[in-house]
Protein backbone atom coordinates (compact mmCIF):
# COMPACT_ATOMS: atom_id res chain seq x y z
CA UNK A 1 0.00 0.00 0.00
CA UNK A 2 1.36 3.31 -0.89
CA UNK A 3 1.86 6.16 2.37
CA UNK A 4 2.58 8.68 0.06
CA UNK A 5 1.41 9.51 -3.30
CA UNK A 6 3.10 12.40 -5.50
CA UNK A 7 1.05 12.89 -8.84
CA UNK A 8 2.34 14.94 -11.60
CA UNK A 9 3.59 17.82 -8.99
CA UNK A 10 4.99 20.81 -10.42
CA UNK A 11 7.05 24.19 -8.61
CA UNK A 12 7.97 27.13 -9.45
CA UNK A 13 9.21 30.33 -7.49
CA UNK A 14 8.67 33.86 -8.76
CA UNK A 15 12.21 35.12 -9.28
CA UNK A 16 11.94 39.58 -11.06
CA UNK A 17 10.15 39.09 -14.09
CA UNK A 18 10.65 35.32 -14.28
CA UNK A 19 9.61 32.12 -12.70
CA UNK A 20 12.50 29.15 -11.77
CA UNK A 21 11.08 26.01 -12.79
CA UNK A 22 11.80 24.06 -9.54
CA UNK A 23 10.12 20.79 -10.12
CA UNK A 24 8.19 19.53 -13.55
CA UNK A 25 5.68 17.01 -13.12
CA UNK A 26 7.08 14.70 -10.70
CA UNK A 27 5.15 11.55 -9.99
CA UNK A 28 5.96 8.74 -7.70
CA UNK A 29 4.79 6.72 -4.44
CA UNK A 30 6.20 5.79 -1.42
CA UNK A 31 5.18 2.29 -0.64
CA UNK A 32 4.24 1.64 3.77
CA UNK A 33 8.03 -0.04 4.83
CA UNK A 34 9.85 0.98 1.69
CA UNK A 35 12.94 3.42 1.37
CA UNK A 36 12.70 5.43 -1.64
CA UNK A 37 15.45 7.59 -2.61
CA UNK A 38 15.90 10.17 -4.71
CA UNK A 39 18.71 11.25 -6.39
CA UNK A 40 20.67 13.79 -8.20
CA UNK A 41 23.40 16.50 -8.43
CA UNK A 42 22.65 19.77 -6.11
CA UNK A 43 19.90 22.18 -7.44
CA UNK A 44 17.66 18.99 -9.74
CA UNK A 45 14.96 19.95 -7.34
CA UNK A 46 15.24 17.12 -4.63
CA UNK A 47 14.96 18.95 -1.65
CA UNK A 48 12.14 20.90 -3.08
CA UNK A 49 9.99 17.85 -3.10
CA UNK A 50 10.86 17.11 0.56
CA UNK A 51 9.95 20.82 1.53
CA UNK A 52 6.44 20.40 -0.73
CA UNK A 53 5.24 16.86 1.17
CA UNK A 54 5.51 19.05 4.57
CA UNK A 55 3.99 22.21 2.85
CA UNK A 56 7.04 24.12 4.10
CA UNK A 57 7.76 25.82 1.04
CA UNK A 58 8.05 29.70 0.90
CA UNK A 59 4.87 31.75 0.48
CA UNK A 60 5.28 32.44 -3.32
CA UNK A 61 5.81 29.21 -4.34
CA UNK A 62 3.09 27.95 -7.04
CA UNK A 63 2.50 24.34 -6.48
CA UNK A 64 0.49 22.63 -8.72
CA UNK A 65 -0.15 18.51 -8.98
CA UNK A 66 -1.25 16.46 -6.10
CA UNK A 67 0.30 14.75 -2.62
CA UNK A 68 -1.24 11.88 -1.00
CA UNK A 69 -0.39 10.98 2.85
CA UNK A 70 -2.66 8.41 3.72
CA UNK A 71 -4.73 9.01 0.92
CA UNK A 72 -5.36 12.60 2.50
CA UNK A 73 -4.89 15.04 -0.30
CA UNK A 74 -2.02 17.02 2.09
CA UNK A 75 -2.22 20.04 -0.70
CA UNK A 76 -5.48 21.46 0.87
CA UNK A 77 -5.20 20.46 4.76
CA UNK A 78 -6.04 23.16 6.66
CA UNK A 79 -3.34 24.38 8.92
CA UNK A 80 -4.75 22.41 11.97
CA UNK A 81 -5.08 19.68 10.27
CA UNK A 82 -1.24 20.15 9.13
CA UNK A 83 -0.29 20.68 12.64
CA UNK A 84 -1.50 17.27 13.31
CA UNK A 85 1.19 15.71 10.81
CA UNK A 86 4.15 17.53 10.55
CA UNK A 87 6.85 16.23 12.42
CA UNK A 88 4.27 13.49 14.50
CA UNK A 89 3.56 11.90 11.11
CA UNK A 90 5.94 12.88 8.61
CA UNK A 91 9.05 13.87 10.09
CA UNK A 92 11.67 15.79 8.25
CA UNK A 93 15.40 15.27 9.05
CA UNK A 94 17.07 18.47 7.71
CA UNK A 95 20.21 19.01 5.07
CA UNK A 96 22.17 20.81 7.95
CA UNK A 97 22.06 19.59 11.46
CA UNK A 98 24.36 21.59 12.77
CA UNK A 99 21.50 24.72 11.19
CA UNK A 100 18.65 22.56 13.03
CA UNK A 101 20.31 22.74 16.61
CA UNK A 102 20.29 26.09 18.08
CA UNK A 103 23.63 26.67 18.96
CA UNK A 104 23.34 28.21 22.25
CA UNK A 105 21.13 25.69 24.35
CA UNK A 106 22.32 22.30 25.49
CA UNK A 107 21.30 19.46 23.54
CA UNK A 108 19.32 18.08 25.73
CA UNK A 109 17.31 21.00 26.82
CA UNK A 110 16.53 21.36 22.76
CA UNK A 111 15.54 18.31 22.66
CA UNK A 112 12.87 18.45 25.41
CA UNK A 113 11.75 21.66 23.58
CA UNK A 114 10.70 19.76 20.32
CA UNK A 115 7.68 17.73 22.94
CA UNK A 116 4.56 19.34 22.99
CA UNK A 117 2.31 19.52 25.96
CA UNK A 118 2.43 18.86 29.78
CA UNK A 119 5.11 18.18 31.95
CA UNK A 120 3.90 14.34 31.38
CA UNK A 121 3.91 14.19 27.83
CA UNK A 122 7.28 16.15 27.61
CA UNK A 123 9.05 13.32 29.96
CA UNK A 124 7.53 10.69 27.68
CA UNK A 125 9.09 11.94 25.07
CA UNK A 126 12.27 12.68 26.50
CA UNK A 127 12.37 9.08 28.08
CA UNK A 128 11.47 7.54 24.12
CA UNK A 129 14.71 10.00 23.13
CA UNK A 130 17.07 8.77 25.10
CA UNK A 131 16.49 5.32 24.41
CA UNK A 132 16.46 5.65 20.84
CA UNK A 133 19.79 7.72 21.41
CA UNK A 134 21.45 4.33 23.55
CA UNK A 135 20.16 2.37 20.58
CA UNK A 136 21.26 4.33 17.85
CA UNK A 137 24.24 4.01 19.23
CA UNK A 138 24.92 7.56 21.17
CA UNK A 139 26.42 6.19 24.16
CA UNK A 140 25.82 7.86 27.11
CA UNK A 141 22.95 9.86 25.80
CA UNK A 142 22.76 11.55 29.47
CA UNK A 143 26.11 13.28 29.07
CA UNK A 144 25.55 14.29 25.45
CA UNK A 145 22.49 16.03 26.23
CA UNK A 146 24.86 18.22 28.94
CA UNK A 147 26.73 19.32 26.08
CA UNK A 148 26.69 22.01 23.18
CA UNK A 149 25.66 21.11 19.57
CA UNK A 150 29.41 22.66 19.02
CA UNK A 151 30.94 19.77 21.17
CA UNK A 152 29.27 17.32 18.88
CA UNK A 153 30.98 15.42 15.64
CA UNK A 154 28.80 16.09 12.65
CA UNK A 155 28.58 12.60 12.75
CA UNK A 156 27.08 12.50 16.23
CA UNK A 157 24.44 15.90 15.66
CA UNK A 158 23.27 13.91 12.33
CA UNK A 159 22.19 11.50 15.02
CA UNK A 160 20.87 13.08 17.61
CA UNK A 161 18.68 14.44 14.98
CA UNK A 162 17.85 11.57 13.70
CA UNK A 163 16.94 10.60 17.36
CA UNK A 164 14.52 13.65 17.98
CA UNK A 165 12.45 13.17 14.31
CA UNK A 166 11.97 8.97 15.61
CA UNK A 167 11.04 9.54 18.78
CA UNK A 168 8.04 11.09 17.28
CA UNK A 169 7.61 7.88 15.72
CA UNK A 170 6.37 9.39 12.45
CA UNK A 171 4.97 6.91 9.68
CA UNK A 172 7.30 8.45 7.41
CA UNK A 173 10.82 10.06 7.83
CA UNK A 174 11.92 12.46 5.60
CA UNK A 175 16.00 12.81 5.50
CA UNK A 176 17.87 15.35 2.91
CA UNK A 177 21.12 15.15 2.03
CA UNK A 178 21.99 13.24 5.44
CA UNK A 179 25.35 12.56 4.54
CA UNK A 180 26.66 16.09 3.25
CA UNK A 181 29.31 17.60 4.29
CA UNK A 182 30.23 14.73 6.46
CA UNK A 183 33.98 13.34 6.42
CA UNK A 184 34.17 9.46 5.20
CA UNK A 185 33.87 7.94 8.91
CA UNK A 186 30.82 9.42 9.45
CA UNK A 187 29.37 9.03 5.79
CA UNK A 188 30.00 5.27 6.89
CA UNK A 189 28.35 5.83 10.24
CA UNK A 190 25.09 7.61 8.55
CA UNK A 191 24.81 4.12 6.33
CA UNK A 192 24.58 2.19 9.06
CA UNK A 193 22.36 4.26 10.88
CA UNK A 194 19.92 4.42 8.00
CA UNK A 195 20.51 0.45 7.49
CA UNK A 196 19.19 0.10 11.14
CA UNK A 197 16.47 2.74 11.24
CA UNK A 198 15.00 0.52 8.57
CA UNK A 199 15.61 -2.97 8.99
CA UNK A 200 15.04 -2.52 12.97
CA UNK A 201 12.51 0.15 13.25
CA UNK A 202 10.95 -0.96 9.76
CA UNK A 203 10.38 2.81 9.24
CA UNK A 204 9.12 4.23 5.51
CA UNK A 205 11.45 6.50 4.43
CA UNK A 206 12.24 9.24 1.63
CA UNK A 207 15.82 9.50 1.53
CA UNK A 208 16.93 12.42 -0.74
CA UNK A 209 20.73 12.51 -1.57
CA UNK A 210 23.40 12.73 -4.00
CA UNK A 211 25.38 10.05 -2.06
CA UNK A 212 25.05 6.86 -4.40
CA UNK A 213 26.56 4.68 -2.08
CA UNK A 214 24.56 5.32 0.66
CA UNK A 215 21.45 5.19 -2.16
CA UNK A 216 22.68 1.88 -3.12
CA UNK A 217 23.24 0.61 0.47
CA UNK A 218 19.48 1.72 1.98
CA UNK A 219 16.95 2.21 -0.50
CA UNK A 220 14.70 -0.21 -2.05
CA UNK A 221 13.60 1.87 -5.48
CA UNK A 222 15.19 5.49 -6.79
CA UNK A 223 14.18 8.13 -8.69
CA UNK A 224 16.56 9.82 -10.50
CA UNK A 225 16.20 13.48 -10.85
CA UNK A 226 17.52 15.99 -13.71
CA UNK A 227 16.74 19.83 -13.92
CA UNK A 228 13.28 19.35 -11.57
CA UNK A 229 12.01 16.09 -13.59
CA UNK A 230 12.21 12.64 -13.55
CA UNK A 231 15.07 10.51 -15.89
CA UNK A 232 14.90 7.38 -14.24
CA UNK A 233 12.87 5.46 -11.60
CA UNK A 234 13.33 1.64 -10.78
CA UNK A 235 14.55 -0.24 -7.91
CA UNK A 236 17.98 0.58 -6.53
CA UNK A 237 20.17 -1.91 -7.80
CA UNK A 238 18.86 -1.63 -11.23
CA UNK A 239 19.28 1.88 -11.46
CA UNK A 240 23.18 2.06 -9.86
CA UNK A 241 24.36 -1.22 -11.58
CA UNK A 242 22.51 -1.29 -14.65
CA UNK A 243 21.35 2.07 -15.55
CA UNK A 244 19.33 3.12 -18.78
CA UNK A 245 19.47 6.37 -18.47
CA UNK A 246 22.79 8.73 -19.61
CA UNK A 247 22.60 11.22 -16.96
CA UNK A 248 22.45 8.07 -14.21
CA UNK A 249 25.11 6.64 -16.02
CA UNK A 250 27.34 9.99 -15.90
CA UNK A 251 26.66 9.94 -12.17
CA UNK A 252 28.05 6.78 -11.50
CA UNK A 253 30.80 7.56 -13.92
CA UNK A 254 31.87 10.49 -11.58
CA UNK A 255 31.78 8.32 -8.55
CA UNK A 256 35.21 8.27 -6.73
CA UNK A 257 35.55 4.29 -7.36
CA UNK A 258 34.65 4.66 -11.26
CA UNK A 259 37.64 6.81 -11.63
CA UNK A 260 35.80 10.13 -10.87
CA UNK A 261 35.04 11.06 -14.27
CA UNK A 262 33.28 14.41 -14.46
CA UNK A 263 29.90 15.15 -16.08
CA UNK A 264 31.02 17.78 -18.78
CA UNK A 265 28.84 20.53 -18.79
CA UNK A 266 26.22 22.76 -16.08
CA UNK A 267 22.73 22.05 -15.83
CA UNK A 268 20.37 24.17 -17.75
CA UNK A 269 18.92 27.50 -16.21
CA UNK A 270 15.53 26.64 -14.68
CA UNK A 271 14.35 29.85 -15.93
CA UNK A 272 14.90 29.20 -19.72
CA UNK A 273 14.71 25.42 -19.79
CA UNK A 274 16.21 23.95 -23.61
CA UNK A 275 13.88 23.15 -25.77
CA UNK A 276 14.07 18.97 -26.72
CA UNK A 277 15.31 16.79 -23.72
CA UNK A 278 16.81 18.58 -20.47
CA UNK A 279 19.91 16.91 -20.75
CA UNK A 280 20.89 17.13 -24.21
CA UNK A 281 23.62 20.15 -24.40
CA UNK A 282 25.69 17.63 -21.98
CA UNK A 283 24.92 13.85 -23.39
CA UNK A 284 27.06 12.51 -25.25
CA UNK A 285 24.55 10.37 -27.31
CA UNK A 286 22.52 13.17 -28.09
CA UNK A 287 21.31 13.83 -31.89
CA UNK A 288 19.46 16.44 -33.51
CA UNK A 289 16.13 14.89 -32.21
CA UNK A 290 16.91 15.24 -28.56
CA UNK A 291 17.51 18.88 -29.18
CA UNK A 292 13.82 19.17 -30.52
CA UNK A 293 11.63 16.80 -29.10
CA UNK A 294 11.24 16.41 -25.14
CA UNK A 295 11.27 12.76 -23.97
CA UNK A 296 8.24 11.05 -22.53
CA UNK A 297 8.46 9.04 -19.67
CA UNK A 298 8.65 5.05 -20.92
CA UNK A 299 7.97 2.04 -19.49
CA UNK A 300 11.03 -0.31 -19.42
CA UNK A 301 11.27 -4.16 -17.79
CA UNK A 302 9.14 -2.45 -14.66
CA UNK A 303 10.61 0.44 -14.71
CA UNK A 304 10.59 4.43 -16.01
CA UNK A 305 13.23 6.16 -18.26
CA UNK A 306 13.23 8.89 -20.00
CA UNK A 307 15.41 9.20 -23.14
CA UNK A 308 14.15 8.60 -26.70
CA UNK A 309 17.32 6.35 -27.28
CA UNK A 310 17.89 4.19 -24.29
CA UNK A 311 17.06 1.01 -25.75
CA UNK A 312 20.03 1.52 -28.54
CA UNK A 313 22.06 2.66 -25.60
CA UNK A 314 22.13 -0.43 -23.57
FE1 LIG B 1 20.68 11.92 -24.33
FE2 LIG B 1 18.90 12.20 -26.24
FE3 LIG B 1 18.47 10.44 -24.34
FE4 LIG B 1 18.33 13.04 -23.82
S1 LIG B 1 16.98 11.87 -25.18
S2 LIG B 1 19.32 11.52 -22.62
S3 LIG B 1 19.93 13.82 -25.13
S4 LIG B 1 20.11 10.37 -25.85
MG1 LIG C 1 19.04 19.89 -1.74
Request: proline content about 5%; charged content about 25%.
Amino acid sequence: MSLLEIRDLSIEFPARENTVKAVSHVSFEVKEGETFGIIGESGSGKSVIGLAVLRLLQANAKVSGEIYFHGQDVLSLKPSELRKIRGKQISLMPQNPAGALNPVLKNGIQMGEVFEGNRAEKKEGMKKALKLMKQLFLRDPERLCSLYPHQLSGGMRQRLIACISLSFEPEILIADEPTKGLDPEAKAGAVDLFTRIKKEYGKTMLLITHDLDLALEVCDRIAVMYAGEIVELDGASKVLNTPLHPYTKGLIRAQPRNGLVPLSGQSPSRIRLPAGCFFHERCRYSNIECSRKHPEMKNHRGGLVRCCHFRSLQ
